[in-house]
């Protein structure tokens, strides 16, 4: 309940190449099931592009963007 009036949701994991876009389309399926086509698709679901690995090589070190970021952990 609490993304059901958000305009917008993005949904992650490392890569996004497996458990984010199953969990995207996992509450897609869902949101349509409780709400219905029409007032499902007034909002927009995302899967963040190269997930969190390439999210904090681009933004890890902006606060304002990325809360809690330790850079070491994502060193090589």
Do not use: M
Not at 6 to 20: D, I, P, T, Y
Not at 47 to 76: A, N
């Amino acid at each position: 309940n609490s993304l059901r009036d958000k305009e917008k949701v993005v949904f992650h994991c490392a890569l996004s190449q497996e458990r984010g876009p199953s969990a995207a389309l996992k509450y897609i399926r869902e949101r349509e099931q409780v709400l219905g086509k029409e007032e499902s698709a007034k909002q927009t679901v995302f899967v963040l592009d190269g997930g969190f690995v390439r999210w904090q090589e681009k933004y890890g070190e902006d606060q304002r963007l990325t809360q809690g970021y330790v850079k070491d952990i994502w060193e090589d």
